[in-house]
């Protein structure tokens, strides 16, 4: 066996953990998100069985990050 057919199967043999994404879905600056979000990505990165990783849609340039009324605001 050379070399790289070593390597090649060493990486098939390896295991990976799965990677988690913890979205934060709200943009509004006076959101509540952020808290339960930290205490949550705390948690997860004390495990050992998986990768996480913290997603703030604040973070990325989408068209309705400024919206101005809640869903609530809709209905009232």
């Given at each position: 066996?050379?070399?790289?057919?070593?390597?090649?199967?060493?990486?098939?043999?390896?295991t990976t953990l799965p990677k988690i994404a913890l979205i934060i879905g709200s943009t509004r600056a006076e959101r509540f998100a952020d808290l339960p979000a930290q205490w949550m990505l705390a948690q997860a990165q004390a495990r050992t069985d998986?990768?996480?990783?913290?997603?703030?849609?604040?973070?990325?340039?989408?068209?309705?990050?400024?919206e101005m009324a809640s869903n609530v605001d809709a209905f009232g």
């Open positions: 066996m050379i070399a790289s057919e070593y390597f090649i199967k060493a990486e098939m043999t390896m998986m990768t996480v990783e913290l997603v703030d849609l604040r973070d990325y340039d989408l068209p309705f990050f400024n």
